[in-house]
């Protein structure tokens, strides 16, 4: 999910243009023009109330379904790790090695 949050050019330009960055079949993007998608996920993931969730790496298992209807939660990650600095759980930083190694695992369990 691609979101406004640093200034510049503007995020439909960056998303257009980094989008070949993960070039996985399974994976989708999506630009959230106006920041509330990121804004729901701090929610959900208990970030203080003036952080979105911004550099931040959410894996969902196979089960995942967004309910339907207007103001709907977004469905919790089943892990995930960010990029925020001392504003997020320090056990959740960012280490690529130990996310691969949950997708993968979790691809291994869905036969993919």
Known sequence: MW???LRGRPVEAAA????????????????????SLS???ARVINLPSSLPAWDVYF???????????????PPA??????QLGRAGPPD??????RLNTYVGGLLLKMGN
Not at 16 to 35: H, M, S
Not at 59 to 73: L, N, R, T
Not at 77 to 82: E, L, S, V
């Open 3 to 5: 979101v406004p949050v």
């Open 16 to 35: 257009q243009d980094e989008k070949d960055t993960l070039p996985d079949r399974r994976a989708t993007q999506y630009v959230d023009v106006d920041g």
């Open 39 to 41: 804004k729901s996920y």
């Open 59 to 73: 894996v969902f298992g196979p089960d995942a379904s967004w309910p339907e209807g207007q103001g709907s939660k």
């Open 77 to 82: 990650p089943t892990y995930w790790m960010h």
């Open 92 to 97: 959740q930083i960012l280490d690529a090695g």
